[in-house]
Structures are given as structure tokens and as C-alpha cells.
């Protein structure tokens, strides 16, 4: 099984059980070993008491999207801790992407950077997440 291959199945795993991704409205771009894209249309339930996207939403799409960066290897894998900028504001209407890259994997423990921009390449949010594996995989890959 490629890289590629197994970050797709891992993926598929982790997409079939993501409640959270897809009541918020994500959707799955595209995955790689160590990389995964998320976007979603930013919606009317989703701004704050400014009327442009609510921070947490933000925030979540850029988690989820580093999230399945780290998993992409078939190794359950939880975020120990995470930080964002807010660069700019994004507007109901808006489509966000967020392209995660993991940046280094030492062992256990893992950083992964996560770009959020509008469908017009301004970024709206800077991601960071430290990552960390636990036991556990995503699929079984001798009856794959």
C-alpha cells in the first residue's frame, strides 16, 4: 500500500465516524501522508454577533483539517494542544480551506501547520497543533 493509499483509507475511517465535520458543513478535499485540505461554505449559522464567521468555526475547521494530517499514517493520533491567529475576517458566503502540513514527526509526537484562506487566497487564520499518537489504528491493513 502507497503512502497516498493509506492516507485515503485512513481517512475514509476517519470521515465515515466525523459527526462534527459534517453537521458544521465540511467538506473532505484531499488527503496525502502528512497533509490533508478541509473546506467549508461559511453559512448563516455560523457567524457570531458581527455577522462574519464565528472564531470557534474557524478554529474547528483548521483543527479538523490537522487532524486528519495526523492520522493520515493509519496511527490514531489526538492534538495535545493548539494555537491560532486570526489574520482576517471571512464573510458568510465565503468557502475557507484549510490545508494542514505536518511539519515534523519525531517518534510519538508530531507538529502540524495549518493555513486558513477564502476562496480568494487571503488567509484568514494561522494554525499550529502539536499532535501526539496513541494505541490504536484506523483500519486493518492486512484485510485491506
Known amino acids: 500500500m502507497t503512502p497516498k ?6 481517512a475514509q475511517a476517519m470521515w465515515s465516524n466525523d459527526k462534527a465535520a459534517k453537521w458544521h458543513g465540511m467538506q473532505l478535499v484531499g488527503v496525502d501522508e502528512g497533509f490533508a485540505t478541509i473546506s467549508l461554505e461559511v453559512q ?5 454577533g458581527h455577522g462574519i464567521c464565528h472564531g470557534g468555526v474557524t478554529f ?17 493520533t489526538v492534538a495535545q494542544h493548539n494555537s491560532i491567529s ?8 465565503d468557502v475557507l ?4 502540513t505536518q ?3 519525531t517518534g510519538r509526537s508530531g507538529v502540524t501547520d495549518v493555513v486558513v484562506e477564502n476562496q480568494n487566497g487571503e488567509t ?3 494554525f499550529r497543533g502539536a499532535s501526539r499518537a496513541i494505541r ?3 483500519f486493518d491493513e492486512e484485510s485491506s
Open 124 to 126: 484568514v487564520a494561522l
Open 136 to 138: 490504536g489504528i484506523l
Open 103 to 105: 511539519i515534523s514527526l
Open 60 to 76: 474547528t475547521l483548521a483543527d479538523t483539517a490537522f487532524a486528519f494530517a495526523c492520522n493520515s499514517r493509519n496511527q490514531a
Open 44 to 48: 448563516s449559522h455560523h457567524a457570531n
Open 5 to 10: 493509499q493509506r492516507a485515503e483509507k485512513s
Open 86 to 93: 486570526y489574520i482576517g475576517p471571512a464573510a458568510v458566503g
Open 97 to 100: 480551506t484549510a490545508t494542514a
